[in-house]
């Protein structure tokens, strides 16, 4: 696979920032950073706020302390959103805020069909990292004229709570998973040329 890089302003920010305070960064700034390692990193803080917000909030109070439940409809119950919901929400505000990424959680056994991977990049994508354990997948996709690095990475069942929802769901095309098992893939988008 090729090597590119890229300029996001905010990061170059950043990291100019640290290299005036006597950090190393400089060489950072100037070389750049590539794709998968900006995509590594948005999945690393995706990755642990859909952790906390699984164990701690809905694992928590839904099963533990039974306090609260979440519900897909968690508006009209007075519930908590799905972890699966929070994380579109997610997604939603940022691809508002045209940050030069988006990202998605999708599955080849999506409760919401919307949820189903459309390019083949994501289907290749998904099939790999269910069949690898452990292994997230790369690759270079274009669509609608302009080229990207995807990047799939495993959405694993991190608390019980993951695997009673979607073993529980009327609509789970799947409904055999257990803690640990990979449930679907995060996909995250970077475009590789800049347009201004």
């Not at 990291?15 to 900006?38: D, F, H, R, Y």
């Not at 998904?126 to 069949?131: E, G, M």
Request: with cysteine; proline share 5%.
């Amino acid at each position: 696979m090729k090597s590119f890089t890229f300029h996001i302003p905010a990061l170059a920010a950043i990291l100019g920032l640290l290299s005036s305070c006597g950090g190393k960064s400089e060489t950072a700034v100037t070389a750049g950073i590539s794709p998968q390692q900006m995509a590594d990193g948005l999945h690393a803080v995706m990755e642990s706020d859909r952790t906390v917000y699984t164990r701690a909030v809905v694992n928590r109070l839904q099963n533990e302390e039974k306090v609260i439940k979440a519900s897909e409809h968690w508006q009209d119950d007075k519930a908590l959103p799905l972890p699966a919901q929070m994380f579109r929400m997610g997604a939603e505000m940022v691809a508002e805020k045209k940050k030069g990424f988006t990202y998605a959680l999708l599955s080849e056994w999506p409760i919401n069909k919307q949820n189903s991977p459309k390019t083949d990049a994501e289907k290749t994508g998904l099939a790999h990292i269910v069949k690898n354990v452990g292994q997230n997948y790369y690759t270079e996709e274009t669509l609608g004229g302009k080229k990207y690095f995807t990047a799939v990475y495993p959405d694993i069942a991190i608390a019980a709570a993951c695997v009673k929802c979607h073993n529980n769901h009327d609509d789970s095309p799947r409904t055999d998973f257990k803690e640990g098992d990979v449930m679907g893939g995060v996909v995250i988008r970077i475009p590789l040329t800049v347009s201004n």
